[in-house]
């Protein structure tokens, strides 16, 4: 999975990287295909926007669905926790649709005959 960051209007912290970088490394535990995944961070410079001046956008590209999760909080790391609950909720659920429910049991199989 490729990450890319856009940042507009604002100045990412040093760990900012990893910690995303790390965060959506865990969703590649579900199998759904995502080739690529953008993080966009814009900064409102309006002050009365003060606790929800920073908003994180994430969004999926590839040969899976196409996702997009947003929130804003009143830090980059905070906005980032936020989208990524939404990002990985989409994803678990297109993963469990996408799942098998073949409640195929030994019991309801027909049984072999020996010859």
Same mark, same amino acid.
């Given at each position: 999975m490729k990450i890319v960051f856009h940042a507009r209007h604002a100045e990412l912290a040093a760990?900012?990287? @990893?910690? /995303? %970088?790390e965060k959506l490394r865990t969703m590649e535990r579900f199998s759904v295909t995502i080739e690529r995944v953008e993080v966009e961070i814009l900064h409102e410079?309006?002050?009365?926007?003060?606790?929800?001046s920073h908003r994180v956008?994430?969004?999926?590209?590839?040969a899976g669905p196409l996702?997009?999760? @947003?929130? /804003? %909080?009143?830090?980059?790391v905070a906005a980032f926790d936020e989208a990524i609950k939404n990002f990985e909720l989409q994803i678990r659920k297109h993963h469990e649709r996408a799942?098998?429910?073949?409640?195929d049991t030994l019991r309801n199989r027909p049984l072999a005959v020996n010859e």
């Open positions: 760990d900012f990287r @990893e910690i /995303a %970088e410079l309006n002050p009365r926007q003060g606790k929800r956008i994430l969004t999926s590209h590839g996702m997009r999760a @947003e929130a /804003a %909080e009143f830090n980059d799942k098998s429910h073949n409640r």
